[in-house]
């Protein structure tokens, strides 16, 4: 009986009472620094392209069956200021920036899991294939399949 007192006391000592604040600090610190700048780089540079396009700007008011559509067109036409094309790592980046933008924003759905979005995610994943199939740089297990499939 004295050891569950004993365990139960040093389990007591473990746990510790938290305010609201304690609990957003420790959320803000587990944000990088780097991650915020690339959702706001990338939220820019879908900005200027819906600009460029005569289309809305906010992102998060798009309904997912326009959005889709939407980035169809954004993810087939983006590319480098100079004019070349995003390496694939670099497109994963930003849709995940452009999700965790909508995420932030209050949005329930997600444009790189959920189902609504299989067109755009397709016409991405053809231009990540692509510029796979230009540059030559065949890494990873996927690039690999393409790299044999292309030589064979």
């Known amino acids: 009986m ?3 007192l004993v365990s139960r006391a040093k389990m007591a000592s473990r746990l ?4 609201d604040e304690e609990v957003t600090e420790l959320k803000e610190a587990a944000e990088n620094s780097n991650m915020r700048k690339s959702t706001i780089n ?7 392209w819906c600009d460029e396009n005569s289309l809305k700007k906010n992102l998060e008011m798009i309904l997912p069956e326009q959005l889709d559509k939407v980035l169809e067109w954004f993810y087939a036409s983006v590319c480098k200021q100079d004019g070349t094309d995003y390496q ?4 994963k980046v930003m849709q995940a920036a452009l999700d965790r933008h909508l995420k ?3 949005c329930s759905f997600s444009i790189i899991k959920d189902t609504e979005f299989i067109n755009s995610q397709k016409v991405l994943e053809g231009k990540a294939s692509a510029r796979i199939l230009v ?5 990873g297990r996927r690039c690999h399949f393409i ?3 292309m030589t064979n």
Request: glycine share 10%; charged share 30%; no cysteine.
């Open 2 to 4: 004295a050891t569950s």
């Open 16 to 19: 510790k009472k938290v305010t």
């Open 42 to 48: 990338w939220v820019r540079v879908f900005d200027k």
């Open 88 to 91: 694939p790592g670099s497109l």
């Open 104 to 106: 932030e924003k209050g």
């Open 135 to 139: 540059s030559g740089h065949f890494r």
């Open 147 to 149: 790299h044999q499939f």
